[in-house]
């Protein structure tokens, strides 16, 4: 049982480039989501899907657009990276919440750390 | 969702417990209040949450008082393990959840 993983773990890019981070989970759930850190910051919230065919913005998602491709997967997209998008990316998913049969916690991936130069 | 305060660090000594607090004086009465830890570069962790009852469960004790305006996480026996940044966040069901920056909790041995 994986729970999630992301790929890749590392990558360097040149500003303007693009590229996809892809996260997966096998664990059914419904949820996921998309958050950025940077160095000595909390999580910021880039994208979340609450359900498959959905897709929301969170705190930060100006340079992302985001694809809910089928239960399994969401992908975050960059289209032309900037210098201020280095940071490591995580990917989380959770099921329903308690009052729907489960507790909404989240799982986190390892992440991804991307650097822009 | 409401919005929380915790210190920026705390020390506890290895094998006595450590006591986090967190103050979220302007929550609602349908947002629970979560407990998670990142440890050094991970994903963050699922730890504990409730709603207005004291939590307990393998990890740790989460106590509310009585008007939920302030919450303390309680990891019973810290180990060197236990060293991690802590976040306490607000959040109603089915509301994304959102960090802040934490309490760095260093356990000394």
Same mark, same amino acid.
């Given at each position: 049982n994986a729970g999630v993983t992301q790929t890749p773990k590392f990558q360097v890019l040149k500003t303007g480039q693009s590229m996809t981070l892809q996260c997966a989970q096998d664990? /059914?759930?419904n949820s996921m989501y998309w958050y950025r850190q940077d160095p000595g910051m909390g999580l910021r919230l880039i994208y979340y899907s609450a359900s498959e065919g959905t897709t929301d913005k969170g705190e930060v998602p100006n340079g992302y657009n985001v694809s809910?491709? /089928?239960?399994r997967e969401f992908s975050l997209r960059l289209e032309s990276a900037a210098p201020s998008q280095t940071s490591v990316y995580f990917c989380a998913s959770s099921a329903r919440d308690r009052g729907y049969g489960g507790r909404g916690e989240l799982f986190f991936g390892e992440g991804s750390r991307l650097t822009v130069l | 969702d409401a919005k929380t305060t915790q210190p920026p660090s705390m020390d506890c000594a290895e094998g006595r417990a450590a006591n986090l607090p967190c103050n979220h #004086?302007?929550? #609602?009465?349908n947002e629970y209040v979560y407990w998670y830890r990142q440890i050094h570069s991970q994903g963050p962790q699922y730890i504990i949450h409730g709603l207005k009852n004291n939590e307990t469960n393998e990890m740790a004790s989460l106590i509310i008082t009585e008007d939920r305006k302030s919450s303390t996480l309680i990891l019973p026996h810290a180990t060197l393990r236990d060293t991690a940044v802590y976040y306490c966040i607000v959040r109603a069901y089915g509301n994304k959840l959102v960090f802040g920056a934490g309490t760095i909790l260093r356990v000394k041995s």
């Open positions: 664990m /059914n759930h809910r491709l /089928n239960k | #004086s302007t929550i #609602s009465g």
